[in-house]
């Protein structure tokens, strides 16, 4: 799912780049348009990246305040999906 997510959302600033060009009335316009706004993207897109790298430090599988349960997601996913199949099958 993050996959899709990125995908998604990175397909989306790559639409705002080229409606930018398209929409601009001269190629400086779009030219200038488009590193300001790659400038402001990497500006905002940074500090998200850190605050990822921080919490994988802090909190991440190999620090002392990580507790996994091995092998239960399955159990959480499938046995909801599993009883909602169920209750949809004896209506």
């Not at 790559?14 to 409606?19: E, K, Y």
């Not at 940074?46 to 919490?55: E, K, R, V």
């Not at 305040?65 to 999906?81: C, K, M, P, Y």
Request: hydrophobic share 50%; charged share 15%; aromatic share 14%.
């Amino acid at each position: 799912w993050a996959t899709i997510f990125v995908l998604a959302f990175g397909n989306l600033a790559a639409l705002d780049f080229q409606a930018r060009c398209m929409a601009s009335k001269t190629p400086r316009v779009a030219v200038t348009g488009c590193l300001i706004a790659g400038c402001l993207t990497f500006l905002v897109g940074i500090p998200f990246s850190y605050l990822g790298a921080i919490t994988r430090t802090y909190y991440g599988p190999d620090t002392a305040r990580a507790s996994f349960e091995t092998d239960v997601s399955h159990i959480v996913l499938f046995g909801r999906a599993f009883r909602y199949l169920v209750k949809a099958l004896t209506l």
